[in-house]
């Protein structure tokens, strides 16, 4: 075939037929068409890439299938009226693993009448600091009495705290110092007086097992034992007028993983995702008794952030419930908000109680793909000139009509007047 005859058939399939100049017809109104359907394109196509360069967070839940991991909670809690000789931390979890007195990574700071700082200095350091000058004056072939209690492996009782040691291991209460002469020999007696009237603040970071457990903030393992009466258990919670109860302050108290390096990224994340907030911190529980018991139950949700970048974060969330109890036989009262419980059983103290759930929530960082983008800024240009173009006709039609009036007038020899 010749070429002007392959040419020729060519034409008959463009589907893009060309307009002939003399009816090309410019308008102002198709010139304000042709403005504003470019604003509209720029703000759409503006838009949508704003929206390409966004970050996303989605959501989605899963069975948490972590096995053998640890948690660390973050506390920081002041009690006013209760001094730092009389608190202990113990962790007890349905393993069977049991934290006495816990004082690793645990600091207690020592607070005056007005709540203000003192030392951050451990109680039993200060009650040791002559421990040395005694040991030397009483020499070196010194065995102290337990004085019935429970003798350690060396047989012999050579300081306060381990005759203190020896009662608790016997099942009994140590209330009398003053009878022991070596808490005499110490001045245990007139330093635990002279901290009578303080309070204490305890900050720090307790590592647990990741299975259903409690953190107890309560009067020192030397104070209590199961077969004990708890006037006689505690005998600086008596009621005897004195200003000990377990009133307190939640600065902090919190749920972590064991990536501590990415723990500023991880709060930012969840700042962003807004889940930053702890039920607990900022509360306090307020009570005027010595023999009251603070319960919070603490339900656990393991959380993890998977970054752009491919970084994985993990962290916890946790809800709380309130629970409180008067540990002296009463009238029951009504406390909005807070169910309060009468009964014997149990320690003046703050409980915290937390379960693991078995579910897993994950928070995705996703972007909008660049196909995507194309996609939507094409289908918007598109979309735009097409309608402009059918609101032109329409008008121009209109117009036509109106000047002429009525359609098919206004043509001369075949060329629009």
């Known amino acids: 075939m010749p070429a002007k005859g392959l040419f020729s058939s060519l034409k008959g399939i463009d589907a893009f037929g060309k307009t002939m100049e003399d009816v090309k017809v410019k308008t102002r109104t198709g010139a304000f068409l042709t403005i504003l359907s470019a604003a509209i394109i720029l703000a759409f196509t503006t838009i949508e890439f704003l929206d390409y360069r966004r970050v996303n967070i989605d959501t989605s839940i899963l069975v948490d299938k972590s096995r053998g991991e640890k948690l660390n909670v973050r506390m920081n809690i002041t009690f006013p009226r209760v001094p730092c000789y009389l608190l202990s931390l113990d ?3 349905i393993s069977g693993e049991t934290q006495n007195d816990i004082s690793h990574n645990i600091v207690k700071t020592r607070l005056d009448e007005k709540g203000e700082p003192m030392s951050a200095l451990s109680t039993s350091g200060e009650l040791r600091n002559d421990l040395d000058k005694l040991n ?7 065995c102290g009495s337990c004085f019935g209690g429970k003798p350690p492996p060396s047989g012999c009782c050579n300081t306060c705290d381990e005759v203190r040691q020896a009662y608790v291991d016997r099942g009994w209460s140590f209330n009398r110092p003053d009878g022991i002469e070596q808490c005499v020999s110490e001045g245990w007696s007139d330093k635990l007086k002279e901290q009578a009237s303080e309070g204490c603040n305890i900050a720090g970071k307790v590592r647990v097992n ?5 953190i107890h903030l309560s009067p020192g393992r030397s104070f209590r034992t199961a077969a004990q009466n708890i006037y006689e258990l505690v005998p600086y919670l008596r009621e005897d007028k004195n200003r000990h109860d377990f009133s307190h302050n939640i600065h902090q108290f919190a749920f972590e993983s064991d ?4 723990r500023q990224l991880t709060t930012q994340f969840k700042r962003r995702a807004g889940i930053d907030g702890n039920p607990l911190d900022g509360k306090s529980g307020r009570t005027a008794k010595q023999q009251y018991m603070f319960q919070y139950f603490l339900k656990v949700v393991s959380t993890q952030f998977d970054m752009l970048d491919g970084k994985i974060l993990k962290t916890h969330q946790y809800s709380a419930t309130h629970f409180e109890r008067d540990l002296t036989k009463g009238q029951q009262e009504d406390k909005e908000g807070v169910h309060v419980s009468h009964g014997s059983t149990g320690i003046p103290g703050a409980f915290f109680n937390y379960d693991i759930s078995p579910i897993l929530i994950v928070h995705t960082e996703t972007r909008q793909s660049f196909a995507h983008f194309l996609t939507s800024t094409c289908a918007i240009v598109g979309g735009v000139l097409t309608v402009a173009s059918l609101i032109d006709s329409v008008l121009f039609a209109t117009t036509r009509a109106l000047k ?4 098919g007038q206004g043509y001369s020899n075949g060329k629009l007047m």
């Open 91 to 93: 962790v007890m979890d």
């Open 136 to 142: 030397e004056q009483r020499g070196s072939g010194y």
């Open 210 to 214: 990741k299975v259903v457990g409690n």
């Open 259 to 262: 990536q501590e390096g990415h």
């Open 404 to 407: 002429n009036g009525g359609v």
